[in-house]
């Protein structure tokens, strides 16, 4: 079945660029996502990206994806205090459930 | 409009026990997923309800998980007897869109449940 892979932990300074990557197994995956959990809340989508895309930029956030390498990345630009999160990174394989990576905790200094 | 909500938020039982966790998803949506994380792990799928019918069921651990959603509407989890592995985040999602592709699904805060 689909694994999905990411780093555990990840610190920066306030205002710093942030990236969190993650990498993915199966190559019909259609849909990628991106979600953030802060503490006591529940998981909140940030973006997501189609698999025929290979960028979806909004606002502080860039989504690159690799499809030949499988490996998808977030980018924070300018990361604030308020950024630290637990990041997933998930996938759809088409079968309607996300499989999700273990998430990276973001953890911002000023 | 009211997101997903579930109760409890927290619950420690001991083990042999029984737990039952409840999950109200956004009105109007059909598709009503259970979701858990096992501490530091990844957040893996348990089961998939459309209306009251489950549509997959692939992720349940074994027979001493019990979900329903009678009606339609609410969903239940109920863990019996609960043992030590099941401790963890139970997160609970609801989708409108039952389309293969792009499905936004919408999670609640979770309930964590630690067994003794």
């Known amino acids: 079945g689909e694994d999905v892979e990411q780093s555990l932990f990840l610190s920066v300074r306030e205002g710093d660029s942030s990236v969190i990557n993650c990498t993915y197994t199966d190559s019909s995956s259609t849909y990628l996502y991106w979600y953030k959990q802060e503490p006591g809340a529940g998981l909140q989508l940030l973006t997501y990206?189609?698999?025929?895309?290979d960028m979806k930029q909004d606002q502080r956030l860039t989504v690159l994806l690799n499809k030949k390498d499988k490996h998808l990345s977030l980018r924070i630009a300018d990361t604030q205090t308020g950024d630290s999160a637990i990041y997933f990174c998930?996938?759809?394989?088409?079968?309607?459930?996300?499989?999700f990576g273990t998430g990276t905790r973001l953890l911002v200094s000023p | 409009e009211a997101g997903v909500t579930q109760f409890p938020s927290h619950s420690v039982i001991e083990k042999g026990q029984t737990v039952t966790l409840r999950c109200d998803p956004i009105?109007?949506?059909?598709?009503l997923y259970w979701y858990r994380r096992v501490m530091g792990k990844e957040i893996k799928f348990l089961l998939h309800?459309?209306?009251?019918?489950?549509?997959?069921e692939s992720g349940m651990p074994n027979n001493r998980f019990l979900a329903e959603r009678t009606g339609g509407t609410y969903s239940t989890l109920k863990v019996q007897p609960a043992e030590l592995e099941d401790s963890g985040v139970y997160f609970c999602?609801?989708?409108?869109?039952?389309?293969?592709?792009?499905?936004?699904?919408?999670f609640g805060p979770g309930t964590r449940l630690t067994v003794l």
């Open positions: 999602a609801s989708s409108q869109d039952p389309g293969p592709l792009h499905n936004e699904q919408f």
């Open positions: 309800f459309v209306k009251e019918s489950k549509q997959d």
């Open positions: 998930a996938v759809n394989t088409g079968f309607q459930k996300l499989v």
């Open positions: 990206i189609f698999s025929n895309m």
């Open positions: 009105s109007g949506h059909d598709n």
